[in-house]
């Protein structure tokens, strides 16, 4: 949570946090403006202080809304810095870090995070280490402050997420119950104009459904049937029509309008029939979903779950990750993931995984079994959000079944 | 173009270029991918040969829609360089470049692009240009090689902007109909149910609309009346109510769904009436886009292209960036800036520009006058296409008028 955020600071002996760069695709600046709708924008946190907002002058009004301390880039005269450097932005750049450090009192260990280009920040970096006095870069690698602070949701953040899964919910059932109204022909679904209804039509129904509710489909929705289910991030080609009794994987990870938060779960179902491998697949995955689920407990270390449901499935006769890394069939991913502002963040649910489920924790469970050759795909994938006081919820209010009756 | 890339690198001298990070925000990664949609890969190209993608199992089939020579990240062993590094994943990482490096057989500059976390590419580069032996990490900082290559369109991205601002125009036109349709009630709209028409609802309408036409509003369309309008980068609120006599900024500029390509256009206007003072800012920017367009010529920089209508706009009296760069009233941004697969991208309008208009160059001119203490603001934008042949093609097919008829 960002109230950790003093804390991680002074842990990793950091005096200052810099986050910086375009708010597009740029999480950590979301987080750190309260989503206020600015292009762009430096926060710069100093231990102990609260954060502030160096933004642009035509979007001070914007800036404002983020309820942090701001200050127009004019303070520091970039322009003039510009001018005086001969154009040259890197080094107006540096000049102006150092005015920014001098003006908030910042000196030692000063870290820089948000998205910017990589050599871009790898140059910018190295020359504020070299030439501003008195700091020194820091460039955390993985598992940051922020990747920290963030993998803990306040309260707040929990409501929006629930409201996102309610929608997302909302969205499956409906999409659920589009395609199984339709009319059959030779176990295939038909339209009425008597077109076969494709898994395009189905995704335009969900994208639909998503706009309907104020949510976002940013990255397409995975709805893949056949083969495709026995890839997990093949989404599916606009063009197949739909069969009875092939799984299909559908999985469906919406955002918050204005880049928010993501809510995240699959569901695996056969139309009007199982063929026998589906129903065993299914009832394998359903039970290493139920054995994780029961033995999830707070401050544990994630790698136990993922290990866990690798065991599972082993003793299932299954491939998994754990025995064969380079396996394209069985158990092939992670079992879950972190979500809020990323799709994916920490807590990340695997094997080389150093996290532990801490309070406010909010993660996916997601086993799953594929088998491409076959053509068949099985996931099941349910959104966890650990409490303060060390109670488990499940975000994900709907069933897994296999079957869809038509 | 991508074709530059070659001779960039050549006159750069950067031996090999690597293209890494999550996809989302990652227009790089997306126009060297062709927009596979992957979650995130690596794209290296050494000079001289076409460029390849490292992509993870479990996403195989849409790394080979990129159309690129695809290898699977197993290939490399990552999992195992994980093992023996236990766990240290920037030890991993380098461990993985110097095998990627060794297999493609590059060695010498190598320069990082793609988007990631500031500190994480910091850290990673200078451990790949310490440990990797032969290789010298390059950082470009501002203009880099892929910068370049975007700002100049081939046929078939002109071709998708196009179709993106046929979209835009319609929406525009559109939205436009439907808030003038409303019924007036004491100088405000009103809807049937006798409510007051809100910005709100405008932009809910434009939503629909780009949605419709299958596009994405990725940030919040700006339609700011009165004193908003006065200040260029407010969105406008949601609860303010749209008043006969104020001038209105209205600014769109989607993007094709699944992270393509971005439309900017701008129009200003007052519904039943314009007060004398729009009327005149109005001329003004309007005299001022002339200005500008009728001197637009291939090859030139495009420094000059602010600089006269900095000049332009200061022989009508008005403050300007040029002068005072500080101002709040006045010309108070830039010019213009190209679009594509970001909303703004080289070439770069503005007076410390080095950027000159080369053939295939699509960018948006936008003059306008902002007096946010009178509640005025005024901007005209549209977006221009430089031709092989010289030639200059306004993309924005749709008038410029102050006053519309209620």
Do not use: W
């Not at 701001?70 to 870090?97: C, M, P, Q, S, W």
């Not at 706009?211 to 997990?232: H, K, M, N, S």
């Not at 054995?291 to 999830?296: E, G, I, K, R, Y």
Request: aromatic letters at 8%; glycine letters at 10%.
């Amino acid at each position: 949570m960002k109230i950790d955020l003093d804390r991680l600071m002074a842990e990793r002996d950091i005096d200052a946090a810099v986050v910086m760069g375009s708010l597009a695709g740029n999480p950590t600046l979301y987080y750190m403006v309260n989503g206020a709708k600015i292009s762009s924008g430096t926060v710069v946190k100093k231990r102990g202080e609260p954060a502030v907002l160096i933004h642009n002058t035509i979007e001070r009004d914007e800036a404002a809304k983020s309820g942090l301390e701001t200050i127009d880039i004019n303070h520091y005269d970039f322009v003039g810095l510009l001018r005086a450097a001969e154009g040259n932005r890197l080094k107006a750049t540096v000049g102006l870090f150092e005015r920014v450090f001098q003006d908030r009192g910042i000196s030692g260990r000063v870290a820089f995070y948000g998205t910017g280009g990589r050599g871009e920040s790898y140059t910018l970096l190295r020359a504020i280490d070299a030439n501003v006095p008195g700091v020194r870069v820091v460039g955390e690698y993985s598992g940051d402050i922020f990747a920290a602070a963030r993998s803990t949701k306040a309260p707040t953040e929990v409501a929006r997420i629930r409201e996102v899964a309610r929608k997302t919910v909302e969205t499956v059932d409906a999409t659920i119950d589009f395609v199984r109204s339709h009319a059959i022909r030779d176990e295939v679904l038909v339209k009425r104009d008597g077109d076969r209804l494709t898994v395009g039509d189905a995704k335009r129904f969900v994208r639909r459904a998503l706009f309907e509710r104020d949510l976002v489909e940013e990255v397409e929705t995975i709805f893949a049937i056949g083969r495709d289910a026995g890839v997990p991030h093949s989404h599916g080609e606009d063009d197949d029509v739909i069969r009875l009794g092939r799984t299909i994987v559908f999985d469906v990870f919406p955002r918050e309008r204005g880049g928010g938060y993501f809510f995240d779960m699959t569901r695996t179902f056969c139309l009007g029939y199982a063929p026998a491998e589906a129903e065993a697949m299914f009832e394998d995955v359903r039970a290493c979903f139920d054995t994780v689920v029961s033995a999830l407990e707070a401050g544990a270390p994630v790698r136990r779950y993922h290990e866990m449901a690798c065991e599972f499935f082993e003793s299932r006769g299954h491939p998994t990750l754990c025995t064969d890394p380079g396996t394209e069939a069985g158990f092939v991913h992670t079992l879950g993931h972190g979500i809020g502002l990323s799709i994916h963040e920490a807590p990340f649910v695997h094997n080389m995984s150093n996290d532990v489920l801490e309070a406010g924790a909010v993660f996916t469970v997601e086993p799953g079994l594929y088998y491409p050759e076959q053509g068949l795909g099985v996931r099941l994938e349910d959104v966890f959000y650990l409490d303060e006081r060390g109670e488990f919820h499940n975000l994900t209010d709907y069933p897994q079944e296999l079957v869809v009756k038509t």
